[in-house]
T-cell receptor, first 112, second 114 residues
Framework: QQQVKQSPQSLIVQKGGISIINCAYENTAFDYFPWYQQFPGKGPALLIA?????SEKKEGRFTISFNKSAKQFSLHIMDSQPGDSATYFC???????????FGKGTRLSVIA | DSGVTQTPKHLITATGQRVTLRCSPR?????VYWYQQSLDQGLQFLIHYYNGEERAKGNILERFSAQQFPDLHSELNLSSLELGDSALYFCASSMGTFSGNTIYFGEGSWLTVV
């Protein structure tokens, strides 16, 4: 059973556009929602994370929107750049000794 | 550079063989996690060690085992290898056990079973 569902699988966005990646989860006990960015040949790296006590978190061009009632959260990349081309993973976990569970990833291509 | 070191970077081996993947966590990190990444399954959690003790187990096959040594480095042992075990194996580390801590990933070990 997939604990977090991520969509779309792939995304092509024009330079300067907005990239939006969505994730949905079932377990209301989850309380930490990070996004990881992975470039080819590299390991995933933490990009931004949110906890359920806020509905939005922004860091530079990257924003997480969190909808607790819908059990969904999304990553918005404003003014997308070719250097943002990578695979993005959402993840979920809950307090305590619980490992991160990842979505299946979204391959983003930003074209000029 | 995340500070997590994995060796070897690439490994090609035959079915039925056994391999050992090695991981050195970031300085000061007590937790080590192993993940398997494949095209169809994404990032799958295998196992978590904290300061030498196993803390959580995920979808790890019985043919696979891991340990964390007193110097905190970890090894993932894969035996009786099958073609389907071909994947990218990541080690990650964090300071504590709480998953809200930032987890830092190494660059992975590519395993190809032929």
């Amino acid at each position: 059973q997939q604990q977090v569902k991520q969509s779309p699988q792939s995304l092509i966005v024009q330079k300067g556009g907005i990239s939006i990646i969505n994730c949905a989860y079932e377990n209301t006990a989850f309380d930490y929602f990070p996004w990881y960015q992975q470039f080819p040949g590299k390991g995933p790296a933490l990009l931004i994370a949110i906890r359920p006590d806020v509905s939005e978190k922004k860091e530079g061009r990257f924003t997480i929107s969190f909808n607790k009632s819908a059990k969904q959260f999304s990553l918005h990349i404003m003014d997308s750049q070719p250097g943002d081309s990578a695979t993005y993973f959402c993840a979920v976990t809950k307090s305590g000794n619980t490992p991160l569970v990842f979505g299946k990833g979204t391959r983003l291509s930003v074209i000029a | 550079d995340s500070g997590v070191t994995q060796t070897p970077k690439h490994l090609i081996t035959a079915t039925g063989q056994r391999v050992t993947l090695r991981c050195s966590p970031r300085s000061g990190d007590l937790s080590v996690y192993w993940y398997q990444q494949s095209l169809d399954q994404g990032l799958q959690f295998l196992i978590h060690y904290y300061n030498g003790e196993e803390r959580a187990k995920g979808n790890i096959l019985e043919r696979f085992s891991a340990q964390q040594f007193p110097d905190l480095h970890s090894e993932l042992n894969l035996s009786s290898l099958e073609l389907g075990d071909s994947a990218l194996y990541f080690c990650a580390s964090s300071m504590g056990t709480f998953s809200g801590n930032t987890i830092y990933f190494g660059e992975g070990s590519w395993l190809t079973v032929v």
